[in-house]
């Protein structure tokens, strides 16, 4: 997992960014098509910002990938991290547009976490398993508590996934930490949003770009 597919460099890097605008290409066409699939509901004419998203989206993949080939070679880890971390901006643009987190980029994160730590990659296997499961579990159970209180819904059932997916990854012991971290980014956020007058009481919080954004720096932790 850890050795060098590819030993020339700037062939390395040419092939990751060609694969990187391939998976960009792929996941900006989901990131309309699926939620419409989802919920025929959401208008077939998007907002203007989706594709000033869609062109950063296409420009960044790459240069991510380039990025990491260049610093962290072209092991199979290091283009698992690439997809995983491109999986993830979709996801985030995605629940920001729409409010949705779709099971076939949440579970397939899931399951690809779970293949990647099967030589215990990132973290023991075991890790990854409890992480999975655990992951879904603690948010299942707040999400049951705050439901019995409020009698609302804090909280969608595509983010106990996403939180599955990133135990899968990264063991159990990340979830306290991914956790803390995507809440305190997102009540920073809201706290600006409503200093701004842009946020007001009530206003669903879209939770799944600051699990996305954990994620990604959990991810670069793990190289650096």
Partial sequence: ?????????????????????????????TAYVLPRTIDPDIPLQVPSWHFRIRNVFMVLGPLIAALFCWFFGSSVAALASIGFILVLLSLAWIDAETSLLPDR????????GLLVNINDTFVPLEHAVLGAAGGYLFLWLIYQVFLRLTQSEGMGFGDFKLVAALG?????????????????????????????????????????????????????ERWI
Avoid at 10 to 21: H, K, Q
Avoid at 105 to 112: D, G, K, Q, S
Avoid at 183 to 199: D, E, F, I, P, Y
């Fill in 168 to 220: 899968a990854w990264f063991g159990w012991m990340f979830l306290p930490m991914l956790l803390v971290f995507a809440t305190a980014l997102s009540l920073v956020v809201v706290l600006v949003q409503r200093l701004r007058g842009k946020h007001k009481t009530g206003n669903l919080i879209r939770f799944g770009p600051y699990l996305a954004i954990t994620g990604i720096i959990g991810m670069l």
């Fill in 1 to 29: 997992m850890w050795t060098n597919l590819i030993n020339d460099p700037l062939l390395a890097i040419l092939m990751a960014v060609l694969l990187a605008l391939a998976a960009c290409f792929w996941l900006s066409r």
């Fill in 105 to 112: 980029l949440t579970l397939f994160l899931l399951w690809a």
